[in-house]
């Protein structure tokens, strides 16, 4: 663990196994975490803050933007460690890590220009505010595995670069390429115990971090029903949450389209990361009058992916993370199947030595598929696209919204009446036209309905990590009271 800037054991001296998902190969040992370990981050983090949060912006940018480049001059490594641990292409994994420098760098260069608001009360200038931005404290975070480096940088950024300290505990599958990124930001300068990393269960040390009256503030990222959890016990203590949870994003192909770009769209949206992220695309819906056409070349596309393990340069698309996901992701296939569903190509676990000690399974596309099945009504997280006929935007946009999700969603489309009316009718937290699953630092992301509460990216992320204090000035002469 990373605990003070240091390397830590933990006080249970128990420790947990790290698999690459391809090979079942080990890849380690790393600490099972105790709520002992958690308060000593804590307190470790307490301790930071009182030097971190008196640093003034631009000494706290320097800081940050040569962790980002110490991060960046490591990415070849950092990207092999984290196709291990993950499974995904490696060049999946060097997209991962530049993406976590960009965060860091993003907000870094954000704070320098960040100021305070001048609020002119009356005309005599008897009477003026001041607000300004103070860093909360300390924060914890709990982190997904499909994203194991950049979804921790989209908490580590704002969070640090506003001032506040953090505890992270990362997916228990997934921690050790974020462990060495943490060490090279301790490198760069931060002061010791700004950033910890508790590895261990969540039923332990991701407790500890939400129940902690010392944590100011929780973000997790994950599924739906965890972050209700989150929920309810932060708001025993009116703690500030920031949920990032699950997504069924739908895209919708209008018959103006153009074709070769919305395939592109839905392949990467898809089979990216095997199909395991939260913003992808996994409802498709297809005017009636460009099915065939779209089918039939989709689907010639989609045999071209080549599965197999993600340090192979021939790699389209690596293994799901466990033999629980795949088992999940195959019992959805069944019940789509029970209900009339019909698969198009894929549906099995690909064949040959090479797959057998890996979590493989084959990118999947289903039609006729009930609006009850489970692939509709759950977040699917795997490379299964289920395909829907529409007769109207109208219509697309009406059974895209039946959905307990809003995350993401896109729209592919010529003209711009339509590209309009879509983004404002969509229940979505990001509407893409034309392009999908693209998240730059600069815009804001999250999502709507039960895909999650406030905002990464861009300067509203900034202010779910301080707080705006008013300071009232009056000069003017004081008059009796009565």
Known sequence: MRISGQWAESESKEYFEIRNPATSESLGLVPKGTRGDVKKAIESASSAFQIWS???????????????????????????MLTKENGKPLRESRGEVEAFSSEIEYFANLIRVDTGTYVPINETAERRAVVVFEPLGVCGAITPWNAPVWSPARVIAPCLAAGNTLVIKPASATPLTLLHCTELMDKAGLPKGSLNIVTGPATIVGSEIVENPDIKKITFIGDTETGKQVMEVASRRVKRVTLELGGNDAMIVCDDANLDDAIEGALRGRFALAGQGC???KRLFLFEQIADKFIARFLERVKTIVVGNGLKPSTIMGPLISANAREVVESQIADALEKGGKVMIGGTRPKGSEFDSGFFYMP??????????????????GPVLPIFLIGSLDEGIHYANKSRYGLGASVWTTDLRSAWKAALGLQSGVVWINTCRDEPPEIPFGGVKESGLGRAGSERALDHYREPKTIM??????????
Not at 63 to 70: F, G, H, K, V, Y
């Open 473 to 482: 000035f009056d000069l003017s002469p004081k008059k009796p009271w009565f």
């Open 364 to 381: 999947t596309v289903m039609v006729d598929v009930p609006e009850g099945a489970k692939l509709v009504t759950e977040e699917c997280f």
């Open 54 to 80: 008196k640093l003034d912006p631009r000494s706290r940018a320097r800081i940050l933007i040569q962790s980002a480049e110490l991060v960046r001059s490591q990415q070849e490594e950092l990207a092999v």
């Open 279 to 281: 913003v992808a695309v």
